[in-house]
């Protein structure tokens, strides 16, 4: 079966510092790949999305990055992070088939001092 | 803009009572919809998708293109729903559209089953 992997599970982190947060999946190749914010009282919102490695697409302007560098392995990545990149953070990942669901690990609760 | 609302942020229904959670869209074209929801310490996770038809735990979503709703409905609530649930359209974000779609997520309704 499919699982999906994600750390760590929270982090605290002083401003403009670094940050790396890594996702991998296992049980399945290929896989649409997708990192999420939620903050606080708002919904989930899509950061980046992945269809294959090498291939990351952006959906907001930030001050975060994503890569992946292997095909079931996604990492979140800031070079300085800011007060506002304090969140939640979510990985999930689908089939690459049309509607298909989406899959998501527990989360790292990010806060930054 | 593509845009997904549910205007509930807060829902409390006694036990029994009849459920729903209301969910709107706009969106171009025709997306597929999906309702995913999280319980107290589990992971997000889908309940029902549009295309499937299907009832889970109860639930059923009648997509009202007209009316560009997504409304969640159940006629009885138990106190296991309570829970967090998002109202989800998908898009396609690259052509072809094979397997090439995103999510965009509702800020969710908080739903209390109350005894």
């Known amino acids: 079966s499919q699982t999906i992997h994600q750390w760590p599970a929270t982090l605290v982190q002083p401003v403009g510092s670094p940050l790396s947060l890594e996702c991998t999946v296992e049980?399945?190749?290929?896989?649409?790949l997708y990192w999420y914010r939620q903050a606080a009282g708002r919904g989930l919102q899509l950061l980046f999305y992945s269809v294959g490695i090498g291939q990351i697409s952006s959906e907001v302007p930030q001050n975060l990055s994503a890569s992946r560098p292997q095909d079931r392995q996604f990492i979140l990545s800031s070079k300085k992070l800011l007060l506002s990149d304090s969140g939640f953070y979510l990985c999930?990942?689908?089939?690459?088939?049309?509607?298909?669901?989406?899959?998501f690990g527990d989360g790292t609760r990010l806060s930054i001092l | 803009a593509q845009r997904v609302t549910q205007p509930e942020k807060l829902l409390s229904v006694f036990k029994g009572a009849p459920v729903e959670l209301k969910c709107n869209y706009s969106y171009s074209g025709s997306p597929e919809l999906f309702w995913y929801v999280q319980y107290s310490r589990q992971r997000l996770q889908l309940l029902l998708r549009h295309i499937s038809r299907e009832s889970i735990k109860g639930f059923t979503a009648d997509l009202n293109k007209g009316e560009t709703s997504f409304h969640l409905k159940k006629p009885f609530a138990q106190e296991e729903d309570s829970a967090m649930y998002y109202c989800?359209?998908?898009?396609?974000?690259?052509?072809?559209?094979?397997?090439?779609?995103?999510?965009?997520f509702g800020t969710g309704t908080r739903l209390t089953i109350i005894p």
């Open positions: 999930a990942w689908s089939y690459g088939q049309r509607n298909q669901p989406q899959h």
């Open positions: 989800a359209p998908s898009r396609v974000f690259k052509a072809p559209d094979f397997g090439n779609e995103k999510l965009t």
């Open positions: 049980g399945t190749s290929n896989p649409n």
